[in-house]
């Protein structure tokens, strides 16, 4: 069992529609929690960056994490052409260097 | 400002060529990092450099060979590297080193290398 699961897609919506990412791990270890976005042959940018349980949000992006279920998500509201990318989520545990990534989802919005 | 820059963009390179990446920030992080990306995979973790020290290698083999010659740099080495090698080589820093608190990494654009 890989340590985070994450579905590939593709994901193809309509511009303005609600998206919903999700990664689920294994390690219960995991602290810190946080989702990379990257365009196609450029390096990941981060979105989102979360500590423990809880949301957090920053503009159209809001990113939960329930540790009880080992489940985290990203939505981004009001998606836009340019929201299209493949979306990575990644963690790691207190103290620890090793990000453990997803396999990244790829996400289209259509015009 | 949380820049890390990488020269060159790309590089195409022959099996008995050897050629240098190179990775800088400047914001004072005191961790650096190299990975390597195939397509459509995530980055894997090859090296981490903390305070200018290396701390982690994933058993990359030997013809990838990291430095750091100070804080704010970091190179790759590269010799005899075959064509399974090819792939975005992505340099990461974060604010602090290995054993302390742990903080986001934040990655720079990529080297594309071709090895022919």
């Known amino acids: 069992q890989k340590e985070v699961e994450q579905d590939p897609g593709p994901l193809s919506v309509p511009e303005g529609a609600i998206v919903s990412l999700n990664c689920t791990y294994s390690?219960?270890?995991?602290?810190?929690f946080m989702w990379y976005r990257q365009y196609s042959r450029k390096g990941p940018e981060l979105l989102m960056y979360?500590?423990?349980?809880g949301n957090k949000e920053d503009g159209r992006f809001t990113a939960q994490v329930d540790k009880s279920s080992k489940y985290i998500s990203l939505f981004i509201r009001d998606s836009q052409p340019s929201d299209s990318a493949t979306y990575l989520c990644a963690m790691k545990g207190a103290g620890a260097n090793n990000l453990f990534f997803g396999t990244g989802t790829r996400l289209t919005v259509i015009p | 400002d949380t820049e890390v820059t990488q020269t060159p963009k790309h590089l195409v390179m022959g099996m008995t060529n050897k050629k240098s990446l190179k990775c800088e920030q400047h914001?004072?992080?005191?961790?650096m990092y190299w990975y390597k990306q195939k397509a459509k995979k995530p980055p894997e973790l090859m090296f981490v450099?903390?305070?200018?020290?290396?701390?982690i290698n994933e058993s990359v083999p030997s013809r990838f060979s990291p430095e750091c010659p100070n804080s704010s740099l970091l190179n790759l080495h590269l010799h005899a590297l075959q064509p399974e090698d090819s792939a975005l080589y992505l340099c990461a820093s974060s604010q602090r080193g290995v054993g302390g608190y742990t903080d986001t990494q934040y990655f720079g654009p990529g080297t594309r290398l071709t090895v022919l």
């Open positions: 450099y903390s305070y200018e020290k290396l701390s």
């Open positions: 979360t500590y423990s349980s």
């Open positions: 390690n219960s270890a995991f602290q810190y």
């Open positions: 914001m004072g992080h005191r961790a």
